[in-house]
């Protein structure tokens, strides 16, 4: 073009070209070197096969080269979305910053709340995609951060409107990271002192004893929650905790519980979830909905449907969140009557509140058609299951339906492990006393400290869990007379217990 610069290609172009340019050279000049002499010709192939060969090679060639280029427009085309998706989930975590700090109230924070769902949601099905078709870990890693970091923010602006000033000094996370960072060390350090028993003990599986399910990511919170319960067991012997974790938490559980063995005689086993094959895709919709990145719960918190196929030899098992703390022996449990009903629970409506039409959308028909919107919720926390029940009933089988039907997020929020219980065991929970579960300790400030005291268990259900600097004051005593002190690493990472 007159008056302008003279086209020339790209340095990645020009290295490219040289690159093919010299292969098929070097082909070229192999072939012919490796022909025998003229005294021989007779008996050597025409040099048109020679050359038929080099056209063989040059095509391979060409087709190497177009399949890089494939793979790099892919690769730079997933590097831009990579690159975008950080950019927008660092504009939105700034954006909830400033709602922190201006102490908006909770209706406000609906849009941005559901934004952020919708790109966390999107960043985990590119990081899912980028697993199958690149080595692109590094890049998965960094975005898993921010998605997290994005992620504690929102939790911390749902409450922003009455506690936004302390959370935004909230700090603690860190510390519990640091905590499974320097157990997970320690695993690194002498994998073999902390192997798994390959002889399990026989009381695992012994139905006549007392059995826990408690799953779990936090060592601290579930060492209190095992502390605490054997502390209180007239017979902690009998008392049997199933703990389960995510697999990359595992060493860090072991090495605790080496180092700090259950007290009084309990009795603890540790366990992943990949250690149950049949929690896959193909038997389970919930997996197969995470691993497609349309589902924004960890599989952890869905374990509990399974609990009759984790636990086959079992007839009845009482099931913790690892944010309680127990305080009366719990064996009187495994005698109450559930009159032929899977769910033992604690009611939590009173008069028009915290009913069905709470949780469900009753615009769909198969709502209307199969649930009464006035019936009682109940909650998680502290539930006995009866697994011979659960079995004959098909409870798993049901809960798949659902999911299955609420692919779409129609029927209730996906997010919600508490509405999908309450449909699963509609018409199958016998309601327990309340002074078996006391909640709210996590946002309610106005607990009696008499219904505290009468209660079997208390629950830090909500925001202020009694690890963070959020705690409510109040209720932080109960939870930390049960931490261990003389865990070394609790020092090492900042816990202000």
């Not at 080269?65 to 975008?84: D, G, M, N, V």
């Not at 009366?328 to 005698?335: I, T, V, Y």
Request: charged share 20%; glycine share 4%.
């Amino acid at each position: 073009m007159a008056g302008g610069r003279a086209f020339r290609p790209s340095a990645p172009c020009r290295a490219a070209f040289a690159a093919l340019l010299t292969l098929l050279l070097l082909a070229a000049l192999s072939f012919l070197l490796s022909s025998t002499p003229a005294s021989s010709a007779r008996s050597s192939p025409p040099l048109s096969a020679h050359l038929a060969a080099v056209r063989r090679h040059a095509a391979v060639l060409a087709a190497y080269a177009a399949h890089a280029r494939k793979i790099k427009e892919a690769s730079a085309a997933q590097s831009l979305s990579f690159s975008t998706l950080s950019s927008d989930l660092s504009a939105l975590s700034a954006r909830l910053a400033s709602h922190l700090s201006s102490s908006l109230p909770e209706d406000a924070l609906r849009p941005l709340e559901k934004e952020a769902r919708e790109r966390i949601k999107f960043a985990r099905a590119l990081a899912a995609d980028a697993k199958e078709g690149f080595d692109t870990q590094s890049k998965i890693q960094k975005l898993s951060y921010t998605v997290f970091a994005v992620g504690e923010q929102l939790a911390r602006a749902r409450c922003a409107g009455r506690m936004s000033s302390r959370i935004a000094a909230d700090s603690t996370p860190k510390s519990l990271h640091c905590l499974a960072m320097r157990l997970l060390e320690a695993h690194l350090a002498n994998p073999s002192a902390f192997a798994d028993d390959p002889d399990p003990s026989p009381e695992f599986d012994d139905p006549a004893l007392y059995h826990y399910a408690i799953f779990s990511d936090n060592v601290l919170a579930v060492s209190v929650v095992v502390a605490s319960a054997a502390r209180s067991a007239a017979d902690p012997s009998r008392h049997v905790f199933h703990v389960v974790t995510a697999p990359m938490y595992l060493p860090a559980f072991r090495v605790w519980f080496a180092r700090r063995p259950p007290p009084l005689g309990v009795h603890v086993q540790l366990l992943a979830y990949s250690d149950f094959p049949f929690l896959n895709a193909t038997n389970s919709p919930v997996v197969r909905q995470i691993d497609a990145g349309n589902r924004d719960v960890e599989l952890l918190d869905y374990l509990r449907f399974y609990l009759p196929d984790m636990f086959p030899s079992l007839r009845r098992v009482v099931l913790l969140e690892d944010d309680v703390v127990v305080q009366k022996d719990l064996a009187a449990l495994w005698q109450v009557d559930l009159d032929g009903k899977v769910n033992g629970a604690v009611e939590t409506c009173f008069g028009g509140f915290r009913r069905y039409r709470k949780y469900l959308n009753f615009t769909q028909p198969i709502v209307r058609d199969r649930f009464n919107p006035s019936a009682c919720a109940w909650a998680y926390g502290v539930n006995v299951f009866d697994l011979e029940t659960w079995r004959r009933d098909g409870c798993t089988e049901l809960f798949h339906q659902y999911m299955e039907m609420n692919e779409d997020g129609e029927l209730w929020d996906p997010t919600s492990i508490l509405t999908a219980g309450l449909m699963s065991f509609y018409g199958n929970t016998k309601p327990l006393d309340k002074s078996w579960h006391v909640m709210g300790l996590g946002y309610n400030p106005s607990i009696s400290p008499e219904a505290i005291r009468s209660a079997a268990v208390i629950h830090f259900d909500g925001n202020m869990k009694p690890w963070l600097d959020v705690a409510l004051n109040q209720y932080k005593a109960p939870w930390t007379k049960y931490v261990d002190t003389e865990m070394e690493f609790l020092t090492l990472c900042n816990f202000g217990l």
